[in-house]
Every structure is written in C-alpha cells, then in structure tokens.
C-alpha cells in the first residue's frame, strides 16, 4: 500500500471525495489506488531537437526518469498512469532514448504503467514493446476520475489531464515577476504541469472556484487568494 502521508514539499487536497497528493516533482499521488499521476513527460523531446540540428543539452531522459524512480521508492505506488504525451516525436525516438527507457522499465517489473494516449502519441506511435507501458485512447475511467490527455469536462466522472502545460504568472515587491509550473484543481477537472524538464509553460483561464498551486523549487504554494 503506498504512503498516505503528504511529504513537507506536498500539497494534499481533497477531489471528488478521493485525497489527491500533489507533489513538487510535478506529478500527482493518489494513495488509495497506489497510483501515480504523470501529464507530458515527452520523452525524447530533446533527442528531436538535435536531430533537427539545433545542438540541446543532453540528459533529460535519464533526469526525468530519476525523479520517477525517487517517486517510486518514496510512494511506494503499484502503478503509474501518463497522462499523455509520452513519447515526443518520431524523430525523437534514438536509440540511446528508447534503450534508456526499456532498462528502467526493467528495474520496475512489478509496476503496472499506463499511457493514455496525447496528442504528441498519435505522432511519434506508442512506446515499444519493451517498455512494458499499456496504450490506451482516453478516456479511461477508474470512479471517480477520468484520465485524459485534453482537460475537458466529462459526465463520466472528476478528469485529471494534462496538455496545457499551465503556468501561474506571479507578481511581487519591486517589479519582480515570475512564471512557475501549477496545478490547476476546477469544480470537475484538474489539470497536471508538465513533468517534462524541457516542454515549455502555457496560460490557464482561472475559472471560479479553480484552486492553483505552483511549483517553487522543492515546494508547493497555494497562490489560489
């Protein structure tokens, strides 16, 4: 059974009467289903970029899959599920990407992974085979949440999505401003950041009775007042 307990950077809320962890590594933990919720890895995004010629630091496979791997030891989780986006590009599927994927894949066999599929997906073809990662075409219901790529209503149940990569743009004293990663928790969606290092940010609409929480650092803030 994974840990229920909210770490000191973690930001527990209550969602569609389920406790929904929100961490700081930019994912999501629900601990009564030892699930971990993942939006927008893309994988390989930098590998598309060199292969288009523009010279991108290497690394952010082996970084992202990292904090997964602190994520998997500190929850305890029995299952994660990608809310889309999984794999960047066709042109992003290198060798070095793919096989960095299949060994920690290796070193997980008693996790179950899920991907619902994104926008991204249905471009760069799902994972192969060895991956070991359960393709699917959203929405997937698991009551009371709907998990989905396109953070769109549904009368299925409470959807948790991805996408937008959504971003809170924050002001203080002297002029200093900053854009950071958030959660965005709606009345009947809830919208993830990007767990990638190198997707870019997007502006949310802040509806009524919408809760946003940035991700500063190691930390969480709840800037919804």
């Not at 009551?143 to 149940?157: D, K, L, W």
Request: charged share 20%; proline share 8%.
């Amino acid at each position: 059974m994974s840990s229920s307990a909210a770490g000191p950077g973690d930001c527990a809320v209550a969602v569609a009467g389920e406790s929904l962890v929100l961490m700081p590594e930019r994912v999501a933990h629900w601990p009564r289903r030892d699930t971990l919720l993942v939006a927008d890895p893309h994988f390989g995004k930098a590998a598309t970029f060199r292969a288009g010629g523009i010279p991108v630091p290497r690394g952010t496979t082996s970084d992202g899959l990292a904090r997964l791997d602190a994520l998997l030891h500190r929850t305890a989780a029995r299952r994660i599920v990608f809310l889309g986006d999984f794999l960047h590009a066709k042109e992003g599927r290198a060798p070095e990407t793919l096989r960095a994927l299949a060994t920690w894949r290796a070193t997980h066999a008693n996790v179950e992974m899920v991907l619902v599929r994104g926008n991204h997906d249905r471009r760069a073809g799902d994972p192969p085979a060895d991956v070991g990662v359960a393709c699917l075409d959203a929405p997937v219901v698991d009551s009371p949440f709907v998990f989905a790529h396109y953070p769109r209503p549904s009368h299925e149940g409470f959807v948790v999505g991805g996408h937008v990569h959504p971003s809170a743009r924050l002001a203080g004293a002297g002029g200093l401003r900053a854009r950071l990663p958030c959660f965005v928790i709606g009345p009947d969606v809830a919208v993830l950041p990007a767990f990638g290092d190198f997707t870019g940010l997007g502006d949310i609409e802040i509806g009524e009775g919408t809760r946003v929480v940035v991700v500063a650092d190691d930390r969480l803030v709840d800037v919804t007042a």
